[in-house]
Structures are given as C-alpha cells and as structure tokens.
C-alpha cells in the first residue's frame, strides 16, 4: 500500500519541498477546516511534510497527530516545529472513534488506485460520528510517475466523490484550482470536505 520510490523521493529531496510549501500565506482551505473544530479537538494530519498545516492547526488550539511515511520529513517537522510527528504509513491507521477530522492535504494521491477506497474506510472508522475528512488529491485520469519518481493516482471530480461517498462521507465543499508542485507542472486540484455519517 505504501510506495517506497515515492518515500525515498521525499527523503531525498526534503530541502526542495521544504522551499516550495515554505511561506508566510495562510491557506483559506486549511482555515475554514480548523473552523469546523473547537479547542482541544484531535485531528490527524496524514503526510504531514515538514509540518507546516499541523502547526498552524496546534496554533489555533486543536491538538494534532501529525504523520507521515518519509522519515525525513518526521525529522524536519519536528526539528522546525517541534510537533511531535511519527513515521506512518497509509496502513498504519487503525485507530477507532479517535479523531474529529482527518486532513489529508495532497497525501492520498500517492497511494495507489487499488488502494485508496480501503483506506477511506480506515479514516471513516478512526474519525468520531460526525468528524470531518480534508481530501486534496489532483484531477486527472489514470496514474504516472513525475519526473521525479513519486507516484501520482488522478481521479474525476465524480470519481472521488463516489469514493469518498463509498466510504460513508457526506461531501459537505468542493474546492478547485490549479497549481505547480515540486516538479513544477501546472496541474488542476481538487479537494473535497467529508463528513462522516
């Protein structure tokens, strides 16, 4: 389940990424999600990069558990942030009724196709009744690997939403957009609000 060209890639290239997410802007997305939770809420943070979303999350007050399945990303989150990140992978999540939201931000669409729908159903379970799931993943068809070496699955809109539907979510907002990622090609983005029923 768990791509390790894709990992190695992210060890490997940690200063590169850390330059490209590295900035002062605050993301709308990631606002409007801490503002479905009140303080002391436990969010995951699944593939948590260098740390910045599980920063801002413990700045506004919500408790975080921020993972993720490059090693050198744990470090550098924690050296950066001191947030107390872990090496996991997709999965690892087996916790039950544990969580009020899940924020997988861009992570999900490492994993491969045959995958994600198992573990959908893995962050269902781990959320409380009622918790909210972020899901960014990119749009598109198929699966490739950038030039880099990171595998990348792409999906329809409908796509995901059945996906997401399937796994017992509600999709609450859709947000779409277009940006460059490491490898610097602009792509259209997609992420999606669940709530579990």
Request: net charge negative; proline share 3%.
């Amino acid at each position: 389940m768990t791509d390790q060209e894709t990992i190695g890639v992210y060890n490997r290239q940690v200063e590169r990424y850390l330059k490209m997410v590295d900035g002062p802007e605050e993301d709308p997305i990631l606002m409007c999600f801490i503002d479905r939770f009140k303080a002391s809420d436990y969010i995951l943070d699944l593939g948590c990069g260098p740390g910045h979303a599980a920063a801002v999350m413990r700045s506004k007050g919500l408790l975080v558990d921020p993972v993720d399945a490059a090693a050198e990303m744990v470090k550098l989150a924690n050296e950066k942030f001191t947030i107390s990140a872990r090496q996991a992978n997709f999965s690892d999540i087996d916790a039950t009724d544990l969580y009020h939201g899940v924020w997988a931000n861009f992570s999900l669409l490492h994993a491969h196709t045959k995958d994600l729908e198992f573990i959908l159903l893995a962050l269902h379970r781990a959320l409380k009744p009622k918790g909210f799931m972020h899901l960014g993943m990119k749009l598109g068809q198929g699966s490739q690997r950038d030039r880099y070496g990171r595998y990348y699955a792409y999906y329809s809109q409908a796509e995901l939403e059945d996906h997401v539907n399937n796994a017992g979510f509600t999709v609450k907002k859709v947000d779409l957009g277009t940006a460059a990622g490491m490898a610097g090609d602009m792509e259209p983005w997609i992420a999606l609000t669940g709530l579990a029923r």
